[in-house]
């Protein structure tokens, strides 16, 4: 039995469906609010609860043999990026889970002091890896899944906001991709208690992804393309009424200001582990947008 957190986001979902079509006995940890009715329907056992109760994730540990971790924050990372997996760490060791996958971030080792989901996903990585638990530990670079709202809507208007600096580059995973990594990682013995980074097959500028949208639709794109400095203007202003969101902003100040791309020699590595070749963004998104 495989217990998934986030289990309804982006790439938890993504986790379970790959699962399911294993028929593999998947327990999906999600929240009474959240749309999780696909995952009942695909056969995967629904647990209720919520990742701020170590309650609940005690009972979501019971007869589970290996944890994905792949919750995210909103905008409280001390609680859920640090403490929801510091727990979720100690209850699988105690129901004596055989593997823990936890999905941590590019750079999560560069020590950025203004970026609390960074510092909480090196924090869990180190606890992680003195648990005395088998682990691997993956480090994606930004989903492909994120792109494709912004994709319709610049189907819709042409338009495409980019945040700083355009020649800043990225390796976009495929989120299909990163969902085959974290359930292959249990069972590949050369994946076992390893940090891999892993990003898409290629090292794609920001300023790319708008290129790649107007050959996609056949449209020129109209760039909006302000300065990180904007991001600080607002943050200050939101940080009045806001102080937990002002410091979440932290981390998508980094993510914006900063670098987050995977070497070949990292890529080769994930490709080699895995056995499969990455999927590129324009691939990704021919097929999602059945272009
Ligand atoms: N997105 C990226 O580009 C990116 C890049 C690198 C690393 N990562 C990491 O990859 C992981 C997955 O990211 P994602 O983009 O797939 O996440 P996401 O789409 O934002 O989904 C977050 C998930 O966490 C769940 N969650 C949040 N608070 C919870 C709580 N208190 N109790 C139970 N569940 C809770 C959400 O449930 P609800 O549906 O109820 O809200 C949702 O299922 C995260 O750890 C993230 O840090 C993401």
Do not use: W
């Amino acid at each position: 039995m495989f217990l998934v957190t986030g289990a309804t986001g982006g790439l938890g979902r993504r986790i379970v469906r790959r699962l399911r079509e294993q028929a593999t006995p998947v327990r999906a940890f999600v929240r009474l609010a959240a749309a999780y009715q696909e995952l009942e329907d695909r056969g995967a056992e629904i647990f209720i609860g919520n990742l701020q109760c170590d309650r609940d994730i005690r009972k979501a540990c019971q007869g589970v043999q290996y944890v994905i971790s792949a919750h995210g924050s909103g905008d409280n990372a001390e609680a859920l990026d640090y403490r929801a997996n510091i727990d979720l760490i100690d209850c699988a060791k105690a129901a004596n889970v055989q593997h823990f996958v936890f999905i941590s971030v590019l750079g999560a080792e560069r020590h950025y002091e203004d970026a609390p989901t960074f510092k909480a996903k090196r924090a869990v990585e180190r606890y992680l890896q003195q648990s005395g638990l088998a682990y691997t530990i993956l480090r994606p670079s930004g989903f492909a899944s994120n792109l494709l709202p912004i994709a319709e809507q610049f189907r819709r208007t042409g338009i495409y906001l980019l945040i700083g600096d355009p020649e800043s580059r990225s390796s976009i995973i495929s989120t299909d991709d990163l969902a085959k990594i974290a359930v292959d990682s249990v069972s590949i013995a050369d994946a076992h208690n390893q940090i891999l980074p892993v990003g898409g097959p290629e090292i794609l500028k920001r300023g790319d992804i708008p290129k790649i949208f107007g050959h996609l639709f056949n449209r020129e794109p109209f760039l909006i393309n302000p300065p990180v400095l904007a991001l600080d203007g607002l943050r200050t202003v939101l940080g009045l009424v806001n102080p937990h969101l002002q410091a979440s902003l932290g981390t998508l100040r980094t993510l914006l200001a900063d670098e987050f791309y995977c070497t070949p020699e990292e890529i080769q590595r994930v490709e080699a582990i895995y056995q499969f070749r990455l999927e590129t963004l324009e691939h990704f998104l021919r097929r999602y947008l059945a272009i």
